[in-house]
């Protein structure tokens, strides 16, 4: 059992804001409330989400597809603006009538076990998510994966710069990825 | 060949611009459609720069069925449904690799890169007297086509040959699939296949890019969030005066025309793709002529094959899962010689545009899913669909060609030729009998 030290303190401090900042960030977009969301999100982000594909186990490297490959989202911030403001069109028919939409995350940690984020520094993060939708009747969709997050401290506050999403699915299921993951 | 006993003729009424919405709902329908349609017509099934080197291979779909794109040792090309002959097990499994051989995980044979049965089980043993392996070998298509880096197969060794099934389409492929700057040096897809599920009949997709202008207003929300690489409202730069144009074998292209002495200021939100653009129009003017300005947009090839030619540049296949189900392979496409940071600035325009997270094609997709949902009550099935938008009004344009019309460019002529069509395949039972029925039509309006 670990003594409680000040540093373990410190590192479980961190811990907490962290897990509150994606606890946060969920419930923002569950909540439709997408430029608050957008403030989470800083001016350089990537918000990357490649593809998978069945492959031998010899090619394992090549699961996922690279970063200059065709992706299911390979995104800035001024696209990720796009996609808020299309919603917010209200005639964006495959999200209008608003879809209901639940974010779980989980199996949240660091990268690396450091007591303090300081001001403009980075650490990458890794979760699992289980994202549920539900729109119109009985239109169900379950996308369950990993995400990996890099935050950054901005005037004191946490912010997203990098995010990259593997969904556990190669062939799609969902006929549309109108949510953010 | 038929099975079941009703005229498609009677269902697709393209004088009237009625057709039936059974053809989109009914399974018995969908059962049939497997056999005379998809059996029988020339499908997409990959490009070229999926099997570059010999031993590569990329699993396709043909119709409901898993095949396998591969280039044998010589280099050959080949199209094999991916069932062993013994068992009927998949025998690959992976979506592309490299290999010698498919070996069966069932019981172990294994096929080579060509098609030949080379591996069997205790075959010294079990088998007196031997059987002959080479008559079971993987079961390969019967023809295949390939065309500006496309690659097609049938099942049936009476089609025509490819280039005589794309008849004047050949055009759009032309204009479309070469590099911007009018030359042969080449396309290249942009890499992955994106692969995902719709709920819908796998006719609304064929039918949506044959040329269907009157749902354009669908896409309001995109114009207004400014999806296109100018900065400007839209989510395309300018294609110029549209040309839809319906061609006798099925397929529907909708070309934009640009005035030769246009300046062109498209992608002005990257310089360099700017600039690359500007250079490749020059040289599209020297090596395309009086054919320049003229590309498509976006267009089908009977059956399921789609292809956007200018914003996005992408290939489509709505491989049908069932009557109410389609599996959409979609792959994008950049000239070879194009700088990287072109490439990349395409890649990310062109999946924002289309796919499954395309801010475009997702309200195509929920107007195609509901469409086929509302559609299949006993109530529903009574009243057919309207397709009467610039009936018979079809002529001939100067360079483009094809049954033509520009006014009015929201004309449903394209839907109606390719109904008409597909009426022809359900309901005729010999290639002879086909051709006969599209020569009969010609270049006639409809």
Redesign the interface.
Known sequence: MNVVTPKRVAYLDLMREIEDFFYMEADLLDERNYDAWLDLLTDNILYWMPMRKNVSFDDRDKETTAEDDIAWFHDDKETLTKRVRQIQTGVHWADEPISRVSHLITNIRLSKPITALDEGKKLTTNCRFIVYRNRLETETDLLVGRREDTLTRVNGKLMLDRRKILLDQSVLMAKNLTMFL | MKSTDFSACDLVKTAEGEISREIFVNENIYEEEKAQVFARSWLYVGHESQIKKPGDFFVSKMGEESVILTRDQKGEVHVFLNSCTHRGMKVC?????NTRTFTCPYHAWSFATDGQLVGVQDYENAYQPPFEKSEWGLIEVAQIGQYMGTIWATWDKDAPSFEDYLGDAKFAFDLGLCGWDGSDSGTEL??????????CNWKFIAENFAGDALHVV?H???D????GPSGKEGRRDDYGKLVLTAYPQGHGVFFGVVPLEQTRTEYAESKITSDYFQHCWNQRLKNLGENAGTCPVVGTIFPNMSFHAQQPRTLLVSHPRSANET?MWR??FVDKEAPDEV??FL??Y???YA???G?T???D???W??ATAASKGTIARRKPYHYKAGLGVGGKHKTVPGIVTEHPVTSEQNPRAFYQRWAEYMDLGSWSELIDAQKIRGGAPI
């Open positions: 499994r992976y979506d592309e690799g942009l890499g992955s296949v994106q692969k995902w599920i719709v709920p669908s309001r929300s995109v207004l969030a400014r999806l599996e792959v994008y490439k990349k890649r990310e062109y999946i924002r796919g499954p997270a801010m094609e997702q309200d997709m929920e107007n899913n509901y």
